[in-house]
C-alpha cells in the first residue's frame, strides 16, 4: 500500500530510515554529504613528532563518522589508508580533510585525487580552507589552493637547501655527531691496521658498530693509498730543463772587444 510507510523496492520503512535506522553498521541520516557519507581523511607527516587530535575533533565536529587515520609524507602517493579511502568511495559521498596539505602537498596528486573523486561522483571539503567541490566556484578554489600549496612546499624545500649550502660553507655539518672524535678515531684504527685487534673488538672497545670500524679503516686505506700514489707520482716526475743561458747584449760584446785591443 502507498500509505503504510514502506518502501516497496528496498523492503525498508521510511519512517525508520527517518529516525536513523542503521544501514550496514552506519546510521544514514547521521554524518552525511549530500546524499551519503561524510568520510574524513587525517595524516600527519612520518617521523615527525605530531599528533593528529586536532584534525579529528574538527573532522568529527563535521559530522564524520569514519576517519581514515593515516602516518605518511604528503609528498608520497603509495599511502595505503588514502587508496583505501578511494577503493570505498561511493556515489554521493564526501571527503572531509582539516586542511588541503593534509590531504597531499604536490599539486599533481591532489588534482589526480579529485579526478577519482568528479569520476566517483563523489564530493571534497577542506574545512580550513572553506573548499568544496560540489560547487563550480569551490572547484575553482581548490585548484587555486592547492596550486600555492605546492609554492610554498617548493619555497620551503629552497630555503633549506640555502641554509643546509650556507652551513656547509662555515664548516657545520648536519646530522648526529660522530661517536668519536679524531684521536679516538685514529687510535682505532691503529689498532684495525696494526693487526693489534679485530674490527669486532675494536667495535666492543669503543662501543660503536663494527661497520663503524670498517668505514673509518676503508676511508684511511683509501686516504693513505692516494697520498702514496702522489707522492710517488712526484718522484717519477723528470726534473725540468735548466732555462738556457742568453747571449750578452751586444753593448757588453763592444765593450769586451775593445778592452781587448792592446793600448797604443
Same mark, same amino acid.
Given at each position: 500500500?502507498?500509505?503504510?510507510?514502506?518502501?516497496?523496492?528496498?523492503?525498508?520503512?521510511?519512517?525508520?530510515?527517518?529516525? %536513523?535506522?542503521?544501514? %550496514?553498521?552506519? #546510521?544514514?541520516?547521521?554524518?552525511? %554529504?549530500?546524499?551519503?557519507?561524510?568520510?574524513?581523511?587525517?595524516?600527519?607527516? *612520518?617521523?615527525?613528532?605530531?599528533?593528529? !587530535? !586536532? =584534525?579529528?575533533?574538527?573532522?568529527?565536529?563535521?559530522?564524520?563518522?569514519?576517519?581514515?587515520?593515516?602516518?605518511?609524507?604528503?609528498?608520497?602517493?603509495?599511502?595505503?589508508?588514502?587508496?583505501?579511502?578511494?577503493?570505498?568511495?561511493?556515489? +554521493?559521498?564526501?571527503?572531509?580533510?582539516?586542511?588541503?596539505?593534509?590531504?597531499?602537498?604536490?599539486? *599533481?596528486?591532489?588534482?589526480?585525487?579529485?579526478?577519482?573523486?568528479?569520476?566517483? +561522483?563523489?564530493?571534497?571539503?577542506?574545512?580550513?580552507?572553506?573548499?568544496?567541490?560540489?560547487?563550480?566556484?569551490?572547484?575553482?578554489?581548490? =585548484?587555486?589552493?592547492?596550486?600555492?600549496?605546492?609554492?610554498?612546499?617548493?619555497?620551503?624545500?629552497?630555503?633549506?637547501?640555502?641554509?643546509?649550502?650556507?652551513?656547509?660553507?662555515?664548516?657545520?655539518? +648536519?646530522?648526529?655527531?660522530? *661517536?668519536?672524535?679524531?684521536?679516538?678515531? !685514529?687510535?682505532?684504527?691503529?689498532?684495525?691496521?696494526?693487526?693489534?685487534?679485530?674490527? !669486532? +673488538?675494536?667495535?666492543?672497545?669503543?662501543?660503536?658498530?663494527?661497520?663503524?670500524?670498517?668505514?673509518?679503516?676503508?676511508?684511511?686505506?683509501?686516504?693513505?693509498?692516494?697520498?702514496?700514489?702522489?707522492?710517488?707520482?712526484?718522484?717519477?716526475?723528470?726534473?725540468?730543463?735548466?732555462?738556457?743561458?742568453?747571449?750578452?747584449?751586444?753593448?757588453?760584446?763592444?765593450?769586451?772587444? *775593445?778592452?781587448?785591443? #792592446?793600448?797604443?
Amino acid at each position: 500500500m502507498a500509505g503504510d510507510g514502506v518502501d516497496r523496492r528496498n523492503g525498508l520503512g521510511r519512517r525508520n530510515l527517518a529516525r %536513523g535506522v542503521r544501514i %550496514g553498521g552506519i #546510521p544514514r541520516t547521521q554524518g552525511r %554529504g549530500l546524499n551519503g557519507l561524510l568520510l574524513g581523511y587525517a595524516r600527519v607527516s *612520518k617521523g615527525d613528532d605530531q599528533s593528529n !587530535a !586536532a =584534525q579529528l575533533r574538527a573532522l568529527r565536529a563535521a559530522g564524520c563518522k569514519r576517519i581514515f587515520e593515516e602516518v605518511a609524507s604528503g609528498g608520497r602517493w603509495d599511502r595505503p589508508e588514502l587508496h583505501r579511502l578511494l577503493d570505498q568511495l561511493r556515489d +554521493g559521498d564526501t571527503i572531509v580533510v582539516w586542511k588541503l596539505d593534509r590531504l597531499s602537498r604536490s599539486l *599533481k596528486d591532489v588534482l589526480h585525487v579529485m579526478e577519482r573523486i568528479s569520476e566517483t +561522483g563523489a564530493g571534497f571539503r577542506s574545512l580550513t580552507e572553506a573548499v568544496d567541490t560540489t560547487t563550480a566556484a569551490g572547484r575553482m578554489m581548490m =585548484q587555486m589552493v592547492g596550486a600555492f600549496a605546492e609554492f610554498e612546499r617548493a619555497i620551503i624545500r629552497e630555503r633549506t637547501r640555502a641554509g643546509l649550502a650556507h652551513a656547509k660553507m662555515e664548516g657545520r655539518v +648536519g646530522g648526529r655527531p660522530p *661517536k668519536l672524535d679524531s684521536e679516538q678515531r !685514529a687510535a682505532a684504527i691503529e689498532d684495525v691496521s696494526s693487526g693489534r685487534r679485530t674490527i !669486532a +673488538g675494536t667495535a666492543r672497545l669503543w662501543k660503536v658498530s663494527p661497520a663503524t670500524v670498517s668505514r673509518m679503516v676503508a676511508g684511511w686505506r683509501v686516504a693513505t693509498s692516494e697520498q702514496a700514489n702522489e707522492t710517488e707520482h712526484q718522484q717519477e716526475a723528470p726534473a725540468p730543463n735548466p732555462p738556457p743561458r742568453s747571449a750578452p747584449p751586444s753593448s757588453i760584446r763592444r765593450t769586451r772587444r *775593445k778592452s781587448a785591443l #792592446p793600448r797604443a
